[in-house]
């Protein structure tokens, strides 16, 4: 049996990560269809999109750069067009604050800061050199893509809850940076191969809490629920005898109160013994 030369096999591993990262790019939909439907992005945080365009922009200027970047040039233009769709229905329903922090954001990193690399690699470097340096910084922030939901996995283990760290998410990031680590290995661009090993580590690990939070959540909740239920129940029923006797010896006072004043209002009768 022939074993598939490595450009036809580089070719058909870079198609599958163009429809995995696809599929990343889909995964955040019912998150934002939450968002829609509350008219609140709660507690859902807009780093990871921001860093995902940042991340997207840059291979995108790579692709451009390399000689045969046309997978990376396709996936990427893609990835922009979604993860500023992701970011503009972000900016809707957050509130004042999270609005101003994602518009420092955008505008620190993917304006100024893709525009200082732009134009220091375009001035001070040429030819290959230009494609390490940006091929380097690429990997860099590749890492910061994959390193990006740490910050749901923080707050996954503060609330001991994974409603807002999407398993779609983790999963299909885990499989593109499989696919994008054999690509990189199989063209010899390690500049794509070496940021995807971290990825795949962070993406199991964000599997892995997932599961660990999931099951506890199942088995905890409802008891918790109950107890509180059944706490509730009590209280409540505390309080209302508590209304009762204090209405009741609202009454009794009340009454006494009544009967001292009929009888410091009633008149003396004169007696035998006075006359």
Same mark, same amino acid.
């Given at each position: 049996m022939?074993?598939?030369?490595?450009? #036809?096999?580089?070719?058909?591993?870079?198609?599958?990560?163009?429809?995995?990262?696809?599929?990343?790019?889909?995964a955040p939909l019912p998150t934002f269809?939450?968002?829609?439907? !509350? !008219?609140?992005?709660?507690?859902?945080?807009?780093?990871?999109?921001?860093?995902?365009?940042?991340?997207?922009?840059?291979?995108?200027?790579?692709?451009?750069? $390399?000689t045969n970047g046309l997978m990376i040039i396709t996936i990427n233009t893609i990835g922009c067009a979604m993860?500023?769709?992701?970011?503009?229905?972000?900016?809707?329903?957050?509130? !004042?604050?999270?609005?101003?922090?994602? +518009? $420092?954001?955008?505008?620190?990193?993917?304006?100024?800061?893709?525009?200082?690399?732009i134009?220091?690699?375009?001035?001070?470097? #040429?030819?290959k050199m230009r494609v390490t340096i940006v091929g380097w910084i690429c990997a860099i922030f590749s890492v910061s893509n994959f390193a990006a939901p740490l910050g749901i996995m923080t707050l996954v283990i503060?609330?001991?809850?994974?409603?807002?760290?999407?398993?779609?998410?983790?999963?299909?990031l885990t499989l593109c940076a499989i696919m994008w680590f054999f690509y990189g290995f199989l063209i010899k661009d390690f500049y794509i191969a070496t940021p995807n090993i971290l990825g795949f580590v962070f993406g199991i690990a964000q599997?892995?809490?997932?599961?660990?939070? $999931?099951?506890?959540?199942?088995?905890?909740?409802?008891?918790?629920?109950?107890?509180?239920?059944?706490? +509730?129940?009590?209280?409540?029923?505390?309080?209302?005898?508590m209304q009762e006797n204090f209405k009741a010896g609202t009454y009794h006072v009340q009454e006494e109160h009544a009967v001292n004043e009929e009888a410091n209002n009633k008149p003396v009768e004169e007696s035998e013994s006075n006359v």
């Open positions: 022939a074993i598939p030369a490595a450009p #036809h096999m580089a070719f058909a591993v870079g198609i599958l990560g163009n429809i995995v990262s696809f599929l990343v790019y889909l269809y939450r968002i829609y439907k !509350k !008219k609140s992005t709660e507690e859902f945080q807009s780093i990871p999109y921001a860093v995902a365009l940042f991340s997207a922009m840059l291979l995108l200027y790579y692709g451009f750069l $390399k993860e500023a769709t992701y970011l503009i229905l972000f900016m809707l329903y957050a509130t !004042k604050e999270a609005k101003i922090y994602t +518009t $420092k954001m955008l505008i620190f990193f993917n304006v100024g800061v893709y525009g200082l690399i134009l220091c690699t375009s001035l001070f470097s #040429h030819g503060r609330t001991k809850s994974v409603e807002y760290m999407p398993f779609a998410l983790s999963f299909f599997m892995v809490l997932y599961m660990i939070y $999931k099951e506890n959540k199942n088995q905890v909740l409802p008891e918790v629920k109950l107890q509180d239920l059944a706490t +509730t129940v009590i209280n409540l029923s505390t309080i209302m005898e």
